[in-house]
């Protein structure tokens, strides 16, 4: 089924009002990405926090209608309730689902991370006899597909730890690659949490297709079961994540290794500041602009 797009040029400062008159209007979904990237490789998509705005300065705000929708009438609606929009700051075209479920299909490909673990396309066959832990993954409409530097270094850090019989919460799902590589690497359990319905969606197909649907249950804020967890990993935004350490520090059994991350470099200082009032051993790894924070509960 096409939808129809219409794709908004604006300041980030800009980003809330006009989100919330396209849902208004009826938007299916809207997503961000950086309009000052200068090739479509370098445009990271994402969905801020609640109440923040975008890392960029002037960004392109992509909205997705049904198909059917007047073009004409959207934009003089979009007029009487933003009446300071200017007509070329609006771009319409017509999408197929797949360009925008599917389209990573065609460069997504196998990618390793830390000494065992890899993270393939549904599209691609794993090596028979190799001795890897291998995620099938579909990312769906949610984030994370591995690619991005935050998930990377996650799942590295995942790598690294003996999961065996332990039980994880992945704070942040999005397709819930997280939590399904730490029950591929051997934990026994894990709690997947986000406030969007759409990643819980994917999360459970993925964890389906990987065989460990038994020992993923996932769930809103605020519906989580509330058994401190032996591992513990939050892949978010710097805002959410020093808003949330309490409840993050309450969500940890004495001793659990925890990683966050989601951090832009100069941003870490804040949050090692916050999270030392309960978690030893605080250390930071950076890749590109990101970095992750790790430790223990104290």
Not at 169 to 183: E, F, P, Q, V
Request: one cysteine or more.
């Amino acid at each position: 089924m096409p939808f129809l797009e219409l794709a908004l040029t604006l300041r980030a400062e800009q980003q809330p009002r006009v989100e919330e008159a396209l849902d208004d209007l009826g938007a299916l979904s809207i997503t961000l990405r950086d309009a000052d990237a200068e090739t479509p490789d370098e445009q990271a998509i994402f969905e801020p926090g609640v109440g923040e705005l975008p890392l960029w300065p002037t960004i392109t705000l992509d909205a997705l209608f049904d198909a059917d929708t007047d073009r004409r009438g959207l934009v003089e609606a979009l007029g009487e309730l933003l009446p300071w929009l200017e007509p070329d700051q609006l771009a319409f075209r017509e999408v197929a689902d797949e360009d925008w479920e599917r389209a990573w299909m065609d460069q997504f490909k196998p990618m390793p991370f830390g000494r065992r673990l890899w993270i393939y396309p549904w599209n691609i066959e794993p090596p028979t006899g190799e001795d890897i832990v291998v995620v099938r993954l579909d990312p769906g409409l949610a984030f994370g597909s591995g690619t991005h530097p935050t998930t990377a270094l996650c799942l590295e850090w995942l790598d690294g730890l003996d999961l065996a019989g332990q039980r994880l919460i992945d704070y942040g799902c999005g397709s819930g690659i997280l939590a399904i590589a730490a029950l591929k690497l051997g934990a026994a359990g894990a709690v997947g949490v986000d406030n969007d319905p759409q990643a819980l969606i994917a999360s459970r197909d993925n964890a389906q297709r990987n065989g460990v649907a038994d020992r993923l249950a996932v769930f809103l804020p605020g519906d989580e079961p509330h058994a401190p967890a032996d591992v513990f990993v939050a892949n978010i935004l710097a805002g959410p994540l020093g808003e949330l350490a309490p409840t993050f520090a309450a969500a940890c059994k004495p001793g659990a290794p925890f990683a966050i991350s989601g951090i832009l470099d100069g941003q870490q200082d804040e949050l090692l500041a916050r999270y030392g009032e309960w978690f030893d051993g605080l250390r930071v790894d950076a890749r590109e602009d990101w970095v992750r924070i790790s430790g223990r509960r104290r």
